[in-house]
């Protein structure tokens, strides 16, 4: 048997790689162009005279500014009482609870929030019945703050975890030693790991309540509370007015992409230096003000996260489910929604295996650099949003076809573009790790092409491709964002289906309509995780 031949492995994952990298660069590249060809000839200076274009943009910093303070603000008491207290009775359970806000797809999540916090919702009912005065009014920024809160304290607390993990044991000896109160601890030995890790969470939330679509455009409530985002959806949707769409956009890209190298910029790696690495008690776990202290935090972000999943439970199974089910609209959007999961999923899978390939090949033959570029060009997406790069493929189909007619197909290639940075996370680590371990043995056994994937990688890679196509597809099933450009009528996705109940106020059925797309979202990711990785080993 003759040993395959390297070279020609890799020109074959190369050019797999490269068609992947010509087909993110059609898509990011052609809707940035369009994009910056359509723009008017005086778009800089229209931004700063045009009043409503810079009060979009300056609302757009301040509430994602805001959002970011209280997010990552309460999430570090939070934070600091879930890693004082580590073993407790449900707080395993209350992990996983703080993981739901990061899969529920966000309109769903919108529901529950009003109908927990609403005008007619479950805190003003019990208000009422007090005697008390009621909430203020939901929509407007306390509501896109509460929203957000929602969504990002429970992110912010689970990456400040890893924070308090990092910690070794040998640091807490030595502050038993010291006799360190608990406000000696968080000052000497906390505070200093958080600095280096603060500027990055920060960025992160600070980034996703930039781009926060479908939660300003449902809780915003008018001209006075809109971003960027929902700005260029009413330009393109409702005005028409694609120079000011178009304006917009861009003002998004490049805001984006400075906030994005800004916090790369301030990211910075803890420091650590080997330990023994056996496990200490804290020294400060005995107060009593402590454990009470510590218990209230995490009891009211339990409830905090766990009321508005709650509310869309019951509100859903209460509500009108017969008649809802009947409704033929409701399984044409469903439909819809499984074909664009499956579509994107699949395309952002396909893409990411052919990147990685390229680029596992590369760093092999130690061309560390070109690895890197090929992976950055996978992760062009980081500095636009779903509904920019679907505001410039509007812009750059519109003169070629009816761009309506072929929404569900764009929606599909959006998703699969915004999904690819999440396939190349998850799938990189494991297909690196098996060349490292499978190369040579390969080589020498002449084993390449169809008989490699066959008989080495899909069996070694079969869970972790299954978990990013899970999740690529979730992703896209729950999305909003596309499909508000794109989609209408036949074409509707359940996302769209239920912002549409929720603007006619038909709250129940929106109500029933959310619970259904949750399902099928938990459905898909379990039954493609599965379905597709296997059974775990053992």
Not at 75 to 88: K, S
Not at 110 to 126: A, E, F, K, S
Not at 291 to 303: E, N, P, Q, S, W
Request: aromatic share 6%.
């Amino acid at each position: 048997m003759t040993a395959a031949n390297p070279g020609a492995r890799l020109g074959t994952g190369l050019a797999a790689g490269l068609v992947a990298i010509a087909v993110v660069g059609l898509v990011v590249g052609g809707a940035i162009v369009a994009l910056i060809a359509a723009a008017p000839p005086t778009a800089t200076v229209a931004v700063w005279r045009d009043p409503y274009i810079r009060r979009v943009i300056l609302f757009t910093l301040w509430q994602a500014a805001l959002s970011t303070l209280l997010a990552v603000g309460l999430a570090l008491p939070v934070a600091r009482a879930l890693a004082r207290r580590a073993a407790f009775p449900g707080r395993t359970l209350l992990l996983r609870l703080f993981g739901l806000p990061l899969v529920v797809p966000v309109i769903v999540a919108v529901l529950g929030i009003v109908t927990v916090y609403g005008g007619n919702g479950w805190l003003n009912r019990l208000a009422a019945a007090a005697g008390l005065p009621a909430l203020p009014v939901l929509y407007g920024l306390g509501g896109i703050l509460l929203a957000h809160v929602f969504f990002n304290l429970p992110l912010a607390t689970r990456i400040l975890l890893h924070a308090w993990a990092a910690v070794p044991g040998e640091t807490w000896r030595l502050a038993s030693q010291l006799g360190m109160n608990s406000g000696q601890i968080f000052r000497l030995v906390e505070w200093p790991l958080l600095r280096q890790v603060l500027p990055g969470v920060a960025g992160l939330v600070f980034m996703l309540c930039l781009t926060s679509f479908a939660v300003v455009l449902t809780l915003g409530g008018g001209p006075a509370a809109t971003i960027i985002e929902v700005a260029i959806y009413q330009a393109l949707r409702l005005d028409f007015d694609l120079g000011r769409a178009v304006v917009l956009a861009l003002v998004q890209i490049v805001l984006a992409a400075l906030f994005l190298g800004l916090g790369q910029g301030l990211a910075r790696t803890p420091v650590t230096a080997p330990t023994e690495g056996r496990p200490a008690s804290r020294p400060d776990l005995a107060s009593p003000l402590g454990r009470i202290m510590d218990a209230l935090l995490i009891a009211a972000a339990a409830v905090f996260v766990a009321l508005p999943l709650a509310a869309v439970a019951v509100a859903g199974l209460s509500g009108p489910v017969m008649r809802v089910i009947a409704d033929a609209a409701l399984w044409r959007a469903a439909g819809n929604s499984l074909g664009v999961a499956v579509g994107a999923g699949g395309l952002a899978l396909a893409l990411g295996w052919c990147l990685l390939t390229a680029s596992r090949g590369l760093r092999r033959r130690r061309r560390a650099r070109w690895a890197g570029a090929i992976e950055l060009g996978g992760s062009l997406v980081l500095v636009v949003s779903p509904l920019v790069l679907g505001a410039g493929l509007f812009v750059l189909l519109l003169p070629l076809v009816d761009v309506l007619a072929v929404g569900l197909w764009l929606v599909v290639v959006v998703n699969a573009v915004m999904g690819l940075p999440y396939v190349i996370r998850l799938l990189g680590p494991p297909m690196m790790r098996l060349a490292a371990e499978q190369d040579r043995l390969c080589a020498s056994l002449g084993i390449a092409g169809w008989d490699r994937f066959r008989l080495v990688e899909w069996p070694a890679l079969r869970r972790p491709a299954a978990l990013a196509l899970a999740v690529a597809a979730a992703l896209a099933m729950g999305d909003l964002g596309a499909i508000a450009l794109f989609g209408g009528g036949d074409t509707a996705t359940l996302p769209l289906l239920l912002y549409q109940r929720l603007g006619g106020y038909r709250l129940d059925e929106a109500a029933v309509t959310a619970l259904l797309l949750v399902a099928l979202c938990l459905g898909v990711f379990a039954l493609v995780e599965r379905g597709v990785g296997g059974r775990a080993p053992g």
